[in-house]
């Protein structure tokens, strides 16, 4: 009887060091993942304020009407910038 409780015992503390090890691992992933996301977040926001940055400035020097920056921000990371290659390009011609 003895010798079934300290297996039984050995099981349940095998388990709970299971436990404890996969909670860790689960956390450990979640916070690389949470600061992997804000850094790709950090960087997405400077390229789409550059993007926005250079457009604004090409209709400027063009004299067009500025598009307005939350119209900009709703718009995607590769229309921002073809948008920019398109001023650009009219800057460009125009010299």
Not at 17 to 35: C, F, H, K, P
Not at 39 to 51: D, N, P, S, V, Y
Not at 58 to 77: D, F, R, V
């Amino acid at each position: 009887m003895l010798s079934q409780t300290d297996v039984e015992r050995e099981r349940y503390e095998a388990r709970r060091i299971w436990q404890l090890d996969y909670n860790t691992s689960m956390r450990d992933a979640r916070q690389m993942g949470a600061e992997d996301g804000r850094a790709l977040g950090l960087e997405e926001g400077r390229i789409q304020g550059e993007k926005i940055g250079i457009i604004h400035l090409c209709q400027q020097l063009l004299n067009l009407p500025a598009t307005p920056t939350e119209e900009l921000k709703a718009m995607s990371i590769d229309e921002l910038t073809s948008m920019a290659l398109e001023l650009q390009s009219k800057l460009t011609a125009q010299k």
